[in-house]
């Protein structure tokens, strides 16, 4: 029963990758942009696994180590979105400045809201360091906490779901309020949604998915530079 045991596991990583493809297949069927968004292969793989390992009480060490293959190939996947950005590279080198300034100002934004909302609901000096550098892959945002005194394992389940939230309801959010411009949607979902809402940009247009690379990857170094110096500014002047 052991071995079978075993053997179920090393299953973990095909069933994954199988259950995402079927999952991005149903996506595809649909057209309607609302039901588009709500079987976003990405979400529904996460409920869907959740689901399983809490209703059949599967210790999760176990799960992360026998799909830990998966975990290692985020960073190439990562750096494989620079290939929308080689192919729209002379839309980007155009606005470059105007990317910079405009992801500066996403950053700035999102900090001090975070910031103001940690001290009207009053919460610890932790919790509000935690939710500091959200607008950034993972990787960067819990180098940044960590560095700040947040609780680093908050931040990456925020960053997460901030990612999911984005892919999910993050152009039809863009384009209900009236942005149409591809340039300008893809530098928001690249911003505030990262890796995971850049994937969502991709599959919606390759000139969107190019301009949220470039922010996502602008967001990454321009947070590490900024939030770092604008958190302890606010904590300095405003508590």
């Known amino acids: 029963m052991t071995e079978l045991h075993l053997t179920l596991w090393y299953l973990t990583t095909p ?26 292969p990405v979400f529904l793989s996460i409920a869907i696994i959740a689901l399983v390992l ?15 293959l998966l975990s290692w190939l985020l960073e190439p996947a990562i750096v494989a979105l620079a290939l929308p950005l080689y192919q729209q590279f002379i839309h ?48 960067i945002s819990l180098i940044v906490t960590e560095s700040l005194g ?12 901030i990612g999911l939230l984005g892919a999910l309801f993050g152009l ?8 149409n411009n591809q340039q300008a949607q893809g530098i928001a979902m690249g911003t505030a949604c990262h890796a995971i809402g850049t994937v969502a940009a991709l599959d919606e247009h390759p000139k ?8 996502m990857a602008l967001s990454a170094l321009l947070t590490a530079i900024i939030v770092p ?11």
Request: with cysteine; net charge positive; proline share 3%.
């Open 92 to 139: 980007v080198r155009k606005n470059l400045l105007l990317i910079v300034s405009t992801c500066s100002l996403g950053i700035i934004n999102a900090t001090v809201v975070a910031f103001i909302l940690s001290i009207l609901f009053d919460v610890p000096a932790n919790l509000s360091a935690s939710v500091a550098a959200l607008s950034v892959t993972t990787p």
């Open 150 to 161: 947040g609780i680093s394992s908050l931040a990456a389940a925020l960053v997460i779901f």
């Open 208 to 215: 969107i998915g190019a301009f949220s690379s470039v922010a």
């Open 172 to 179: 039809m959010l863009i384009k209900w309020i009236g942005v």
């Open 15 to 40: 069933a994954i990758i199988l259950l995402f493809l079927l999952l991005r297949a149903f996506n595809k069927h649909w057209q309607h942009s609302i039901v588009k968004s709500l079987t976003n």
């Open 54 to 68: 809490v209703n059949l009480k599967l210790p999760y060490a176990d799960f992360s180590t026998h799909s830990q």
């Open 229 to 239: 110096v604008l958190y302890p500014f606010l904590v300095n002047t405003l508590l």
